[in-house]
């Protein structure tokens, strides 16, 4: 019996740094085959890691990187961009008037804090995750006026924050490969 060849849009990398971080853990930083193998060709990264799927050409045969580290560092960027998902991460998917989830079935927005019509702005540190429901219910008033007090205040977070919250968030498929490089909020065996 033969053993079952992996398509290749099955077979992406895990991208880490020179350092051997992941560029990101939220979402995963993976490559397509196609990127991976140009960036070995072209020396800009280093195989740490194979699959057991090769890809053939007339003169050569490659195994396909699991893993790969940059040759170059990149510095990540000190604060995050300003973005639905990057407050949904900092918030860790979670209303934060009633703390109900999106894993709850919940969908997610976002609310002003202080609303626009009380001069509040769409900024990092105005801005939080609501339910649709609790969005509803708060309406246009301050959290005072709809006594309705978030959980956590709202602020600008790291890159670095953003990663420990993605940490807890790990992708449904994780290549055997990559464990040594990921580190999960998961209970360790003894």
Known sequence: MQAQVLPLESCPALVLNADFQPLSYFPLS?????????????DRVQIVSEYDR????????FRLPSVIALKKYIKPAKHPAFTRFNLFLRDRF???????TQRNGLDLTFDHVVPRAHGGRTTWENVTTACAPCNLSKGGRTPKEADMMPMSWPYQPTVFQLQANGRAFPPNHL??????????DTVLEP
Do not use: M, N
């Open 30 to 42: 993976l490559w397509h085959w196609q990127t991976v193998v140009k960036a070995v060709f072209l």
């Open 54 to 61: 090769v890809i053939r050409s007339p003169s050569f045969e």
């Open 94 to 100: 979670t209303c934060q008037y009633c703390g109900g």
């Open 175 to 184: 290549h055997e490969s990559w464990r040594d490089y990921l580190y999960w």
